[in-house]
């Protein structure tokens, strides 16, 4: 009975400090912001344009299909008109431009409704166990960023 217990205990502490770690982890990357661009990587490599895909559909995620419109995916449902359509825009605006799009478009436009995707501070009233998180991690935004590359004109 009380092997057990510790047991369980050791368990439920491994479980903390996996917790732990991940959530620093998803913590926001370092960047600095020059020229209304992010020229570096957040994660120093190159982000999977599949997985990027997924996370661009991801309800969840991304949810990026919420506001804009993509003619490549007019077999998904639900295309929002809020954003301008993606196509073309890898064309309109350069890697960096689009990388601080995705970290934070308000850097560019404080107005905007498009939401800060890897921006951990100054949310307000985020529940206890968003506190310190992203929308999306510095890898996830760089996989989304490679799959925003492809949308060339
Ligand atoms: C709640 C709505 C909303 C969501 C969700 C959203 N966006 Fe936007 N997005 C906008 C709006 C509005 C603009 C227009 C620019 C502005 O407001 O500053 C924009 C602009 C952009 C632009 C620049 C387009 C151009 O060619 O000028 C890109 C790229 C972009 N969004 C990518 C994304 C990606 C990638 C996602 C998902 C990770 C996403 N957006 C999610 C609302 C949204």
């Not at 050791?10 to 620093?24: D, E, M, R, W």
Request: hydrophobic share 40%; proline share 3%.
């Amino acid at each position: 009975m009380n092997t057990r217990r510790i047991a369980l205990g050791g368990i439920a502490l491994a479980g903390l400090v996996a917790f732990a770690a991940s959530a620093t982890l998803s913590g926001a990357a370092e960047y600095k912001v020059e020229d209304e661009a992010i020229k570096a990587s957040l994660t120093g490599k190159a982000g999977d344009a599949g997985n990027g895909k997924k996370v661009f559909l991801n309800r969840k995620k991304g949810n990026c299909l919420a506001c804009h419109v993509v003619a490549s995916l007019k077999d998904q449902p639900f295309h929002g008109q809020v954003g301008p359509p993606l196509d073309g825009t890898a064309s309109r605006w350069k890697e960096g431009e689009l990388r601080l799009r995705i970290v934070n478009s308000k850097i560019v436009n404080k107005d905007t409704i498009m939401p800060a995707f890897h921006r951990a501070e100054g949310l307000h009233r985020v529940l206890k166990k968003f506190k310190g998180k992203t929308v999306l991690s510095a890898q996830e935004v760089e996989d989304v960023l490679a799959y925003v590359m492809t949308m060339k004109e």
